[in-house]
Every structure is written in C-alpha cells, then in structure tokens.
T-cell receptor, first 113, second 117 residues
C-alpha cells in the first residue's frame, strides 16, 4: 500500500539556518504530494503541494520538488525563523487510493533565536 | 482558499456519554470527507471515509459502531463517538475534498479536542 517516510525529529536549528526535512514515499500510480504544518495546539495547514513529477511547490520561503526517480519530496528553506517552529507532515494522496491522505510520522522543528 | 470548519473546537464529557462532532465545508460542496484522529505528538491516523448519501468506509481496526459517521449533505459530515471512554480522548480532525480542486487536494478543519473523564 501507499506510505510516507520522513526523517525523525526533533530538528533543532538556529535562526537563519538552512532547513531540510527528508521525505520519501511508496505509491502506485502518480500521487500528489503535500507538506502540511501544524503549530502547537492547532489544526493542519497546507504548506505546499506538487501534483506531478518535477513540479516544485513553494510557499513562505519553503520549497519541495517532486522527484519521481528517487520517490522523494524533501522540504527545504534557506533561512528559518523562530516562527517556523512547528511540526511538519509530508503526505500523499492518489486517485487510485480513493484520495485518502497518507501522512508521514511528522517532524518537529525547533528554531532558536 | 477553501474553508472547512469543525464544531465544537473542544469538548469535555463524562465516560459513557456520546459526543457529536460536525465538519462543514463552507464554500464548496464536498462529496467526500475524511475523519482522522491524532494522539499527542503523533501523526494523523485515518479513521474513515465519508461519502455523501452512502455508508462510510472504515479503516481496519476502527469500530464502526463506536464511531458513527453521517454525511447527510454535500457540506456536512458528522462523527459521533458513542459511549465514550477515556481512551477515546484525542484530537479529531476532518478534511473535505474539493472535487473542483487539482490533485486530490483536501482542506482540513481546525480539529476538535475530545477529553473523556
């Protein structure tokens, strides 16, 4: 079945550091890929998405590129801020999977001032 | 962007009572909604898929008689936790798929925190 694997956290960075959170997936067909962010005590917010190979999703300085050859969708940001501290979930959804969203385990990011 | 609301945002109830949680798509019609639960510091686990006008499809291991789902209209799905017990305490999140959106994009509600005493 479909699955998502993302790097374990927590990840602790200093402000303005470069961020990478790795995400790989297993899926049949051509899934859409997503990154969601969850701030403490809140629900999920869609951060960015990509619907086909080589697409790059971007939002608020975050980027991720859909790499079919490596089945990856790594999240990157060039300079993190304290306000980026949150839990980040990589996820996929596919037509063949009934559009169920399959989530990775989540990676907690702490950014220190 | 599309908005999904949930009500209530939090609820505290006594063991043995039933609790209903509503999920509404506010500016689009959602033929399919999904219900997830999230334990502290864990990921979201899909509980069931709710299709308008038909029975919900439950994931393996989810008790359908305990978690009753009704999708009576294109903008409303409800989850009722029957005879709730402390182990049902969790964060419940719904999502709605916009059929007009691309790539199966779903919009998530803000979640409902259930505490069973």
């Amino acid at each position: 079945g479909n699955s998502v694997t993302q790097m374990e956290g927590p990840v602790t960075l200093s402000e303005e550091a470069f961020l990478t959170i790795n995400c790989t997936y297993t899926a049949t067909g051509y899934p859409s890929l997503f990154w969601y962010v969850q701030y403490p005590g809140e629900g999920l917010q869609l951060l960015l998405k990509a619907t086909k190979a080589d697409d790059k999703g971007s939002n608020k300085g975050f980027e991720a590129t859909y790499r079919k050859e490596t089945t990856s969708f790594h999240l990157e940001k060039g300079s993190v801020q304290v306000s980026d501290s949150a839990v980040y979930f990589c996820a996929l959804s596919s037509h063949t999977g009934g559009f169920k969203t399959i989530f990775g385990a989540g990676t907690r990011l702490f950014v220190k001032a | 962007g599309a908005v999904v609301s949930q009500h209530p945002s939090w609820v505290i109830c006594k063991s043995g009572t039933s609790v209903k949680i509503e999920c509404r798509s506010l500016d689009f019609q959602a033929t399919t909604m999904f219900w997830y639960r999230q334990f502290p510091k864990q990921s979201l686990m899909l509980m069931a898929t709710s299709n308008e006008g038909s029975k919900a499809t439950y994931e393996q291991g989810v008790e359908k008689d305990k978690f009753l789902i009704n999708h009576a209209s294109l903008t409303l799905s409800t989850l009722t936790v029957t005879s709730a017990h402390p182990e049902d305490s969790s964060f419940y999140i719904c999502s709605a798929r916009d059929p007009q959106g691309s790539g199966g994009t779903q919009y998530f509600g803000p979640g409902t925190r259930l505490t069973v005493l």
